[in-house]
């Protein structure tokens, strides 16, 4: 069973700075990770699938890279609407653990 | 436009059985390759992925939880049903169930999610 560990658990910024997320499995996921962004009271949104790509209405100030079981998402200049908390997740096999998530707030 | 809403009870008590359904438009549960997941989340704390349903009916279950767990679908009504046996306060969240394709292997679109309480 593979195991998602994230970090750092929180990152305080500020508006405009760049946020480095970590993600790690705990075996080789290949590309087969996605990142998923939550804000209070909403369901989580799907931001990067295979590791690096963009999904649907996503700004590209949102990147994702990694392979293996090493991953980084990055939001290259913070706007005041990415303050959240953001879960990766594998998807190589069943079961689908998500990572701990790693809240970005404001310094 | 892929949608899903989940419905269920706010409040169960210990020990009870928990049904939640997860109601669907914009998709087919027919259809080769699609399923529907749940995933919870408790107050404050991270996702926990449940289970999976797809197409042909093959399920899959946290290994946790799957001695508790039946994911059955209803493809004539677009509903997927999550039961969960014998509830305790550690399972008040809220659970979301979520679109998935088996080529793609994310979830997406999510419902908006529904919280449950386990209370006496």
């Known amino acids: 069973e593979i195991v998602m560990t994230q970090s750092p658990g929180t990152l305080s910024l500020s508006p405009g700075e760049r946020a480095t997320l970590s993600c790690r499995a705990s075996?080789?996921?290949?590309?087969?990770l996605a990142w998923y962004q939550q804000k209070p009271g909403q369901a989580p949104r799907l931001l990067i699938y295979?590791?690096?790509s963009r999904a649907t209405g996503i700004p590209d100030r949102f990147s994702g890279s990694g392979s293996g079981t090493d991953f980084t998402l990055t939001i290259s200049r913070l706007e005041p609407e990415d303050f959240a908390v953001y879960y990766c997740?594998?998807?190589?096999?069943?079961?689908?653990?998500f990572g701990p998530g790693t809240k970005v707030d404001v310094k | 436009q892929i949608t899903l809403k989940e419905s269920g009870p706010t409040l169960v008590k210990p020990t009870q059985t928990l049904t939640l359904t997860c109601t669907f438009s914009?998709?087919?549960?027919?259809?080769?390759?699609?399923?529907v997941g749940w995933i919870r989340q408790p107050p404050g704390k991270a996702l926990e992925w449940l289970a999976l349903?797809?197409?042909?009916?093959?399920?899959r279950y946290s290994p946790s939880l799957k001695s508790r767990l039946t994911v059955t679908k209803d493809t004539s009504k677009n509903q997927v049903v999550l039961t969960m046996t014998n509830m305790d306060p550690v399972d008040t969240a809220t659970y979301y169930c979520?679109?998935?394709?088996?080529?793609?292997?994310?979830?997406?679109?999510w419902g908006q999610g529904t919280l449950v309480i386990v209370s006496s």
């Open positions: 075996q080789s996921v290949s590309n087969n």
């Open positions: 295979g590791a690096s």
């Open positions: 349903i797809y197409w042909d009916d093959d399920t």
């Open positions: 997740q594998q998807y190589f096999v069943s079961p689908l653990p």
């Open positions: 914009g998709f087919s549960l027919s259809t080769t390759g699609v399923g």
């Open positions: 979520a679109h998935r394709h088996l080529n793609r292997g994310w979830f997406d679109p």
